[in-house]
């Protein structure tokens, strides 16, 4: 079984800055690509940003200069750090993981996701 916990959301006033973290645990083979979305109350989900195994990234056009995804391959992790917050920031952060289990044969390529955690910019 595979779990995705996400840590670091909180309450922060607008020009400031958060750091989300996520780990993957349970019967991993291997993470293909791993990202964040977010999403508030009447509107979809939404990427944020995603890195792949090989370290590319693609940001959402809104979060550009101000968001950095990084990952740790050797914990399982990725993070987002998040500058310069805007009150449209505020939302549900999730973590997502494609990832492949080390449990099945053949090897599939399987979505994981994050309880989410709250992040609020206050102005």
């Known amino acids: 079984q595979v779990q995705l916990v996400e840590s670091g959301g909180g309450l922060v006033q607008a020009g400031g800055s958060l750091r989300l973290s996520c780990a993957a645990s349970g019967s991993i083979f291997s993470i293909n690509t791993m990202g964040w979305y977010r999403q508030v109350p009447g509107k979809q989900r939404e990427l944020v940003a995603a890195i792949t195994s090989g370290g590319s990234t693609n940001y959402a056009d809104s979060v550009k200069g101000r968001f950095t995804i990084s990952r740790d391959n050797a914990k399982n992790a990725v993070y987002l750090q998040m500058n310069s917050l805007k009150p449209e920031d505020a939302a549900v952060y999730y973590c997502?993981?494609?990832?492949?289990?080390?449990?099945?044969?053949?090897?599939?390529?399987?979505?994981?996701w994050g309880q989410g955690t709250q992040v609020t910019v206050s102005s």
């Open positions: 997502n993981a494609l990832l492949s289990s080390s449990t099945t044969w053949p090897r599939q390529l399987r979505n994981y």
